[in-house]
């Protein structure tokens, strides 16, 4: 079946500009995180989204970012007036959650964004 | 809070020779851990975790991790390593199991002909 997909694959932005980034869960998952990861470092922790409701963004960065997950599936990540300390590859992951009373927490990832802020 | 430290960036190896890849953790509580794969052009895929039960776990193409409790550690091995296991590898933690996760910085394993 379909994997974890995200688009664009590559963005390249302006500093200054605005950019938003979309993630396509895998369906039926009801557990969405978003991870940025720089270069040379490991994933580190966004926020976290189980079905429409926000349940951390203690990682984000600042209030230039913002997640949303209105349906409880798609999730776009929007990024502010983009800083260069902003490039990074923008991960997103989603695990089947709590579901009929059973857990399953692999994430799975997708390919992520690659954002370049000039 | 919990951190992850990998001790080394780049592990450099022969192809047929083992490897170990080390990982060591901190935390107050007790935790779920992961090592996770990146192979190139594509995105992370977990490789083997342990939850509880036995310290020893072991992955579908010849890996294993050894949880060792008194030590925080998880360290990674492979007894011949092949160029397809080229790779950045990622130890990671996490408190509860459908929670964040946290990453170490990675250890590339570069396979050497």
């Known amino acids: 079946g379909a994997g974890v997909s995200q688009s664009p694959r590559y963005k390249v932005a302006k500093r200054g500009q605005d950019v938003a980034l979309r993630c396509d869960p895998i369906s039926g998952h009801v557990s969405l995180f978003w991870y940025q990861q720089a270069l040379g470092q490991g994933p580190e922790f966004l926020t976290y989204?189980?079905?429409?409701?926000?349940?951390?963004k203690s990682g984000l960065p600042s209030d230039r970012f913002f997640a949303e997950r209105p349906e409880g599936s798609v999730s776009t990540l929007k990024i502010q007036r983009t800083q260069q300390e902003d490039s990074a590859v923008y991960l997103c992951?989603?695990?089947?959650?709590?579901?009929?009373?059973?857990?399953?927490?692999?994430?799975?990832f997708g390919p992520g964004t690659r954002l370049t802020v000039t | 809070a919990q951190s992850v430290t990998q001790l080394d960036s780049q592990v450099p190896v022969f192809e047929e020779a083992p490897v170990e890849l080390r990982c060591n953790y901190s935390s107050s509580v007790s935790v779920y851990l992961f090592w996770y794969v990146q192979y190139p052009n594509q995105g992370l895929q977990l490789l083997l975790k342990y939850l509880s039960g036995s310290t020893l776990v072991e992955s579908i193409n010849g890996f294993e991790a050894e949880f060792n409790k008194s030590q925080t550690s998880f360290h990674l091995r492979k007894p011949s390593v092949h160029i397809s296991d080229t790779a950045e590898y990622f130890c990671?933690?996490?408190?509860?199991?459908?929670?964040?996760?946290?990453f170490g910085k990675g250890t590339r394993l570069h396979i050497l002909p």
């Open positions: 989204f189980q079905n429409e409701a926000q349940l951390d």
């Open positions: 990671a933690v996490t408190p509860n199991r459908d929670d964040k996760i946290i």
């Open positions: 992951a989603s695990s089947l959650g709590y579901k009929s009373g059973y857990l399953s927490y692999e994430q799975y």
